[in-house]
């Protein structure tokens, strides 16, 4: 037993209200604590942004050029990047247990690239990503799509356990072939994964409208890379991206194939949380590919 608490005066700050400071990320002032601490992993408070590295594309396509070996070309990434977004596979054979960021986990899956990919499950059981201690499930969904409704009950099958536990829930929207790619499919779709429930969608960027998907959705959007481009139009998609409303990118081939990953790791980064131009970025990516600036992890 501790000994009686006699010493001195108690201080209640008296005159400090209590605190009543929301929740910094959009749509998300409503969660439980343990919900807003997961996000918090993967959003910076001081920006509401993240830099999420995703390296997933082995649960459909095999080893994609540039993830041969993740324990060798992506794990060193990890301290760049805000969060990780890979398969429980990856991060049990080949992350470092020590690995300090967020944790994004693919949730679903089942066909491979030669089948139908809108005929996907639930590929994980919550009680194992919170055993992992993940911090939010990634679930495609493929609005439009061959299996629409069974990918849609993934996710919201998904969301429910989440919230048992706490769990966010990342909507990633699905671009097949059939689809098209522009602002009033992916305010279908982002809005669709909003209102079923997702606490974070990602989808991609497109030129014309972009802002108008980002603001129709209620929860943060995070911007898929896609195919990769030369680095300066990378940043610049990045850029546009953030300053017409996405809260940071979950980019992948666009780092992981560049020439120098941790270069350009780096400098979406200073685009995303830096506030950086595509062209002060790029000249970030040239100086550290040379050597001529230090490395920065968050
Ligand atoms: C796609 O199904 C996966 O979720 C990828 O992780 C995602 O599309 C991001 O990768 P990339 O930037 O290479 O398109």
Redesign the pocket.
Known sequence: MPEADTQGEKDFHLDVPASTAGFFLKGSGSYDWGMQNRLARIFRPETGRTVML?F??GYFQGPTTGLERVDVSIAPLGPYADAL?LTRGMLRTSIPSSHQGGVVMRASGGPSILKDLSNERIAIDIDDAVRMNVHALAV?VFVGGEYETQSVENMTRLVSAGYRYGMPVLG?TAVGKELTRDARYLGLATRMCAELGAQIVKTYYVDEGFERVTAGCPVPIVM???KKLPELDALTMAYRAVSEGAAGV?????IFQSEAPAAMIQAVAAVVHGGSSPAEAHELYRELVEGRALAQTS
């Open positions: 995703a997933d594309h977004m495609q990633v898929a890379g896609g979950d980019m992948g081939r666009n």
